[in-house]
């Protein structure tokens, strides 16, 4: 009955890199499908996209309530080609549970084929970092063999743009707002993939849709891995960031580019940096500043004004601290005259 | 009665009664978290998992909400799903309620009825259960520890019926029945296997026009709990509706065959009279009170007193046309509430029973007796109280009030 909690992930078992090419992506039948209602320039269709293009065989789908499940799943519509399942918003990890668990019973029963049946959770940041988080605590402490996915477009999107603990320090959100005495959000981005690194689970990664391979990859060895797996995924949302729909997969690569949201795997509880990260670690003249993605997003406008422009300071003091520590935490560090 | 099977008697409480119960039904995944008065519940089954004396996935969750969001997961992917709660645990779980039988997930649950906070308190009240009898599960409410082991199997039936397909819970008052001990008789194994079955699964049609079983499985791509706007909604919780009308006719069904293999009926399954035929004063409860009421009936029959009880063992669905027939020579009716529904002019049972007569040829005086919040002690004087009450309405023609507190410090 009992599952072990630490799992090693078996290099060999692992999908080389090289299997992903453009051309094996393009050939692999769509999971999820077109004609879903997202807004134009939405980045979260995309990452579902992609990670669908990661599945190695037959797979359940598990999403709590928030923009994917509300504009992909009306009735008596669909865009899942595979069986889904909704239940509440804070819920994906105690779906996942069940699916997983009631899977292994029935294949142990005989009820079922005797098959690998893979499961995957997507929830957004309010699912993750707020509501859902004690229902996806408990689902990893348990072990259950699943893959969670944070598609995170830093605010409650669905209910119209409403902060989160995932929403950033000086966004202007629906109840963070920017007025006259207030900066938009005083507090910063909870540090949720640390926050699952720290329960011991054998893999987790952060992850951009505009390095899309790499973000592929991730979600294989999610997938691959034995016991649980969290995956965090950039998406830029152009409704909620105030931002061109058409740049929001370079807003995916300015956030990697300032280190605002730095690319890293752990793979057991150890660090390391992937490589579009990596890149800027080894060559520390290629971080860009903050400004550079916070200037391009109608939510920090209010920052470059006289009176909150301190904020930026403080956005890219919070920014290099945490690139710092993650360096450290990767057994590396940065060279003095960064 | 017929040819029952041979049974051996077992020394069970309540609690204990309903993990064996489950234990026997084969249940593929059981999801639960622990909570005073159902604790026995979790930690026999747990029991049963350490001796490999089950064959279930048994997830021990972080709370109640995941237990039952769990079970309705497992439920949606084919499984036989049970779980177990009371009190706040089931207030913790009531937005998945509606979620399981919108699902139409008919995942089985045992709540050992306990009161609600604040003040917090631990005892037996039916606060709980009462609170969710609009959620869209089967409510049965059993009388006794036999009959809480007895329902469970009937649960399974019911609920996994192709016409059903809704979630049930089986009440059983919380330290009355869940800690009292009494000589069980319980069915061999394989007698159980074959009343309860394998799970089937109703077919649904896909959109590509094919015919399958209503379930997450990877041949049959199914999108389970979408989102349903203006335009269908409506039709889903018709639908719903439609199903506890089924249960209805389902619930006598699979009673009256239980009661044929084990030899133990309640009434009909809805309802369970006692003493009813020719009673002039009537009390209608729910729960373990009906064993105290009964003694207090048999002593005022003694002393010629017309005196009769009906117990509501099926709660949801409400049996309306069982009560209307059940209470049609009854002059006056005390219904009996171990929960409040504040500021509604007594209870949910009085209000059920009391809506049901507007449409009865004849209208008995009906009054309404709050009684045992906490788990305050009814004692057989209290319920013979309630009796003399009724008599005094029928020779005075009138009630003073309403509603009325049982034991209560005014």
Not at chain 1, 124 to 135: L, V
Not at chain 2, 53 to 74: D, G, K, P, R
Not at chain 2, 360 to 381: E, F, Q
Request: proline residues 5%; neutral net charge; glycine residues 8%.
């Amino acid at each position: 009955m009992r599952r072990k909690n630490k799992l090693t992930v078996v290099e060999g078992n692992m999908i080389s890199e090289g299997k992903f090419t453009a051309k094996d992506i393009a050939e692999k039948p769509e999971l999820f499908l077109s004609g879903h209602r997202a807004c134009a320039g939405c980045a979260a269709p995309t990452v579902l996209r992609l990670i669908m293009k990661a599945t190695r065989g037959p797979t359940i789908v598990t999403n709590a309530t928030g923009c994917m499940e509300v504009s992909a799943t009306i009735y008596p519509y669909t865009s899942w080609a595979i069986p889904w399942l909704h239940t509440a918003f804070e819920t994906a990890g105690a779906n996942a549970s069940g699916i997983e668990s009631a899977l292994k019973i029935l294949r142990k029963k005989g009820r079922i084929e005797d098959k690998q049946v893979d499961v995957i959770a997507f929830a957004g940041d309010g699912g993750t970092y707020d509501i859902g988080i004690q229902a996806l605590s408990g689902a990893v402490e348990r072990g259950h063999d699943f893959l969670y996915v944070l598609y995170d477009n830093e605010a409650y999107m669905n209910t119209g743009i409403q902060r989160s603990g995932g929403t950033p320090l000086g966004a202007s959100t629906t109840t963070s707002q920017a007025g006259s005495v207030v900066p938009g959000k005083l507090e910063n981005k909870k540090p949720i993939a640390d926050i699952m690194v720290a329960h011991e689970m054998p893999y987790v990664a952060t992850a951009s849709p505009f390095y899309w391979k790499d973000l592929i990859v991730k979600a294989r060895k999610g997938i691959e891995v034995n016991g649980p797996a969290f995956l965090h995924v950039f998406a830029p949302c152009p409704r909620g960031w105030r931002s061109d729909p058409s740049k929001s997969i370079e807003l995916s690569r300015l956030a990697v580019e300032t280190c605002i949201f730095p690319l890293w795997e752990a793979v057991n509880g150890e660090y390391q940096l992937s490589i579009p990260s990596k890149v800027i670690a080894l060559a520390p003249q290629k971080k860009k500043p903050v400004k550079d993605y916070l200037q391009v997003q109608g939510r920090f406008r209010h920052l470059f004004t006289p009176k909150y422009e301190k904020i930026l300071d403080e956005i890219q003091r919070i920014t290099d601290e945490r690139w710092n520590k993650l360096l450290k935490k990767c057994g590396m560090t940065q060279p003095k005259n960064a | 009665m017929k040819s029952v099977v041979k049974q051996e008697t077992l020394g069970l409480n309540g609690d204990e009664a309903v993990a064996y119960a489950a234990k026997q039904s084969d249940v593929d995944v059981v999801a639960a978290y622990p909570i005073t008065p159902q604790t026995i519940i979790v930690e026999k089954f747990s029991e049963y998992v350490a001796n490999g004396q089950v064959n279930t996935e048994f997830i021990c969750t972080e709370s109640e909400h995941s237990a039952m969001t769990a079970c309705l997961a497992a439920s949606a992917t084919g499984a036989r799903t049970f779980t177990a709660s009371a009190s706040a645990g089931l207030a913790l779980m009531h937005e998945m309620l509606f979620v399981t039988s919108g699902c139409r997930a008919p995942v089985v649950m045992a709540i050992a009825n306990r009161a609600l906070s604040a003040p917090l308190n631990i005892h037996g009240d039916h606060s709980d259960a009462m609170a969710e009898r609009d959620s869209g599960w089967v409510q049965i409410y059993a009388e006794n520890v036999q009959e809480v082991y007895d329902s469970i199997f009937q649960a399974f039936r019911i609920g996994e019926h192709l016409d059903v397909q809704l979630p049930v819970m089986v009440g059983l008052d919380g330290f009355t029945l869940s800690h009292s001990l009494e000589n069980v008789q319980v069915l061999a194994d394989d007698v159980v296997k074959k009343f309860v079955g394998i799970r089937q699964l109703p077919t649904v049609l896909t959109h590509e026009g094919k015919t399958v079983p209503y379930k997450l499985d990877p041949k049959n791509p199914m999108t389970m709990g979408p989102v349903a706007f203006p335009n269908y909604y409506f039709e889903f919780k018709r639908q719903q509706e439609e199903a506890m009308r089924n249960a209805l006719k389902i619930i006598p069904q699979v009673h009256d065959e239980y009661a044929e293999i084990s030899g133990r009926s309640y009434g009909d399954g809805l309802l369970d009279a006692y003493k009813l035929e020719d009673a002039e004063i009537t009390i209608v409860c729910i729960g373990s009170t009906a064993g105290t009421v009964k003694t207090v009936t048999d002593d005022l029959r003694t002393e010629g007193v017309k005196a009769g009880l009906l117990r509501i063992r099926t709660f949801r669905p409400f049996p309306r046309e069982g009560i209307i027939k059940a209470l049609a020579q009854a002059k006056a009716v005390a219904v009996m509430d171990k929960s409040m529904s504040f500021g509604g002019n007594g209870g949910a049972v009085f209000h059920e029973v009391r809506h049901a007569l507007y449409d009865a040829k004849t209208h008995p005086y009906v009054v309404n007796y709050v009684y045992g919040l906490g788990g305050r002690d009814t004692s057989p004087s209290q319920i013979r109280g309630i009796y003399e009450d009724l008599q005094k309405i029928l020779q005075t023609k009138h009630v003073d009030e309403l509603v009325r507190y049982v034991g209560l410090r005014e």
